[in-house]
């Protein structure tokens, strides 16, 4: 009579903890050194297979969003172990090697000129003088988006330096150039004209130079992890422990604020063509975490200028609403300056109706909406116009972006900052839209015991989201992060609203992934090289007849290619593959292991733990 009891009883053992020892396994093969996750200077990869080129030429190359997922994944260590020094840590990573300190003639920023345009009038910069004001300092505090974390292209752009050759070691900053990720020439983000052709990797310019970009949602997840962090610390009775670092956080989360202006500090709303007023003061903010901001300058103290923009494209997949209420609620991260509060309120409420405005008939989300039709404040058709977000335009496929925003991710990521949103206030808005989204997501997502298969690639029609179809153009189990991220949308939903579908869907995407992609370094994807054959097509060249040559030598012109212009890129251990599949041998297989998936699923194990207790 005792056994149907005992066994309940041993069941319940072993499923208590199951995700808990899940997120401590991942997290444990991620950090060990020998796994080769990170730079010996502690910055994450994009990958820990340096033979992957998607947003980055080269797995070894990091971007902002590896960083933020870095922070994150250490603060949720921090509220499953109680030690917040890794998430600490992890804060002086991204302030010592993606916060760029060299910002040459800062100084001579004019706020009443804040960027140049041939075109169009613009309007003044309304944050620069409370920014002086509040930190005492021109400089900017924000993550330009994109390192060579080892150095391979030898610009040295280290940290405080300019273009100081190979000579230098460490995290350099660079960015990508024109074209598709095959086709650009990666160029330092300060040039002082030591490389590339006469001038530099400047085109059109003969005056050395710096610029910096920034992808703001990077900047906001950090945020979002430093919130999560305060509350996780606070509940253990750690806040002293962390609120340096948040102190920090803070700050960022303070310039942040430039992505919410429209690219030329026009005035947001029914922007068309010449007519539409430079604004003044505010009245070119649209509030929202926009695609872009960007700053820059001239290196030379003669004829010194420098200018800063922030960007008029609004996706969906950058906005965080919890990032936005930490801003205004959290006293450990509230903005110093006097208007970084109210600006932050004025977000938060803006992201929550754009998830509104964007949902389709279907449940689906589309797009975004811009403040400058097809980049020229263009005129749209008179249904866009008698439709518009705050006077801004509703875009299906939004154009800044070249494909991202036609890949899944982009949605169970917003979704789920959604969810933590309604998680965190049990706003009803926010309630509607994520039921009507899982009903959605619930009819296009398979799992059995042994697979599963979630959107991948998404494709719209129509003009107003109201009218929009969207089309699933591709699903399958080839990005993990995907499924993790709705698991995490769906965990934080059904904590709040008891929706038992929701948390049983959520329990089987953690445990399908974990059985599939699971090996001894972390969580993989297998994926085939084939794509690498454009590593023979020739690289994009803005100007004609433009040349150039590399710190290591590699030539670059018309006729050079992607491998020719990374000539170390047959210094990897598994070159001998690519090198055969190049000479028409079978094209290699790869086991990937990605960083930002692997945080990804391991903060939906974390969460998934606290929230349950499972
Ligand atoms: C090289 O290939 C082997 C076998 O596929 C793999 O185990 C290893 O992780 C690869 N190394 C890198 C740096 O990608
Ligand atoms: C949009 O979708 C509808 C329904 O699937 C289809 O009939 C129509 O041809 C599509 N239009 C375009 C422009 O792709
Ligand atoms: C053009 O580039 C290719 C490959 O990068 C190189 O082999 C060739 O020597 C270059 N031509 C000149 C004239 O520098």
Same mark, same amino acid.
């Given at each position: ?98 916060? *760029? ?9 004019? *706020? /009443? ?13 309304p944050l620069?003088?409370?920014? /002086? ?32 050759? *190979? ?49 703001p949602?990077?900047?906001a ?32 989360g303070?310039y942040l604020r430039y992505s919410f202006y429209d690219?030329?500090y026009?005035?947001v709303?029914?922007? +068309? ?9 505010k009245?070119s903010a649209h509030y929202l975490l926009s695609?872009?901001i ?16 922030g960007s008029s494209?609004i ?9 936005a209420?930490?801003m ?11 208007t970084g509060?109210i600006d932050w309120?004025n977000s938060?409420?803006r992201q ?19 403040n ?20 801004? !335009? ?41 039921? /009507? ?9 398979? +799992? ?6 979630? *959107? ?113 890129? /047959? ?23 990605? !960083? ?19």
């Amino acid at each position: 009579m005792l056994q149907p009891f005992l066994v309940i009883f041993l069941a319940a053992c072993a499923s208590a903890g199951t995700y808990k020892d899940r997120f401590l396994i991942l997290y444990n093969q991620i950090t060990d050194g020998n796994n080769g996750y990170y730079s010996k200077e502690g910055v994450p990869y994009h990958s820990r297979e340096n033979m992957l080129v998607e947003t980055v030429d080269h797995g070894h190359e990091t971007d902002s969003e590896a960083l933020s997922y870095n922070i994150y994944l250490h603060a949720m260590y921090g509220a499953i172990s109680k030690n917040f020094e890794p998430f600490n840590q992890a804060w002086n990573i991204i302030e010592n090697y993606l916060i *760029p300190q060299t910002q040459y003639n800062i100084e001579s920023y004019n *706020p /009443k000129f804040p960027v140049y345009s041939a075109d169009f009038s613009v309007g003044v910069d309304p944050l620069h003088d409370e920014l /002086k004001a509040t930190y005492g300092e021109d400089k900017l505090f924000l993550m330009h988006w994109l390192l060579d974390t080892d150095d391979n292209f030898g610009f040295g752009n280290v940290q405080g330096q300019c273009t100081l050759g *190979p000579k230098a070691s460490g995290p350099s900053f660079v960015h990508m150039g024109a074209g598709s990720v095959w086709q650009g020439i990666t160029y330092p983000a300060c040039d002082n004209f030591a490389y590339g052709g006469s001038t530099g990797f400047s085109y059109t310019s003969n005056i050395p130079n710096w610029h910096y970009s920034v992808a703001p949602d990077a900047d906001a997840r950090v945020i979002q992890a430093a919130y999560w962090a305060s509350q996780w610390a606070t509940r253990n009775g750690q806040i002293s422990t962390i609120q340096n670092t948040l102190a920090k956080v803070s700050k960022l989360g303070d310039y942040l604020r430039y992505s919410f202006y429209d690219v030329l500090y026009r005035t947001v709303g029914n922007c +068309i063509g010449t007519s539409c007023r430079p604004a003044a003061y505010k009245e070119s903010a649209h509030y929202l975490l926009s695609w872009f901001i960007g700053w820059g300058g001239n290196i030379d103290s003669q004829d010194a200028y420098s200018w800063r923009t922030g960007s008029s494209e609004i996706i969906i997949g950058y906005q965080n609403p919890v990032a936005a209420f930490a801003m205004v609620n959290d006293p450990n991260l509230r903005p110093k300056s006097p208007t970084g509060r109210i600006d932050w309120q004025n977000s938060l409420i803006r992201q929550v109706q754009l998830y509104q405005y964007l949902q389709t008939p279907e449940g689906a989300l589309s797009g975004g909406v811009t403040n400058s039709w097809k980049n020229v404040y263009g005129e749209p058709p008179s249904d866009v116009r008698a439709n518009t977000f705050y006077g801004m !335009f509703y875009e299906n496929e939004p154009l800044m972006d070249d494909g991202t925003s036609d890949w899944f991710g982009m949605w169970t990521w917003s979704m789920d900052r959604l969810a933590q949103y309604y998680y965190i206030t049990g706003d009803a808005t926010s309630r509607v839209v994520l039921r /009507k989204w899982f009903d959605w997501i619930y009819r296009h997502v398979t +799992i059995t015991d042994t697979s599963y298969s979630v *959107p991948v690639m998404i494709s719209w029609n129509g003009s107003l989201p109201r009218n929009t179809k969207p089309t699933v153009t591709f699903s399958g189990a080839t990005f993990y992060g995907i499924a993790s991220s709705l698991s995490r949308a769906l965990s934080y939903y059904a904590a709040k609203s008891g929706d038992s579908r929701a948390k049983q869907t959520a329990k089987q995407l953690l445990d399908v992934v974990w059985a599939n992609h699971k090996d001894d370094k972390g969580l993989y994807v297998r994926t085939d090289l084939s794509p690498f054959i454009n590593m023979e097509q020739p690289v994009f060249i803005p100007v004609q007849d433009w040349s150039g040559t590399y710190p290591n030598g590699d030539k670059i012109n018309a006729s050079s290619t992607f491998l020719d212009i990374r000539s170390w890129y /047959k210094k990897d251990e598994n070159w001998s593959q690519i090198e055969n599949f190049l000479n028409g041998g079978p094209a290699p297989v790869v086991d990937y292991h990605r !960083f930002w998936e692997q945080a990804d699923m391991a903060l939906a194990l974390g969460a998934y733990s606290l929230l349950f207790g499972e």
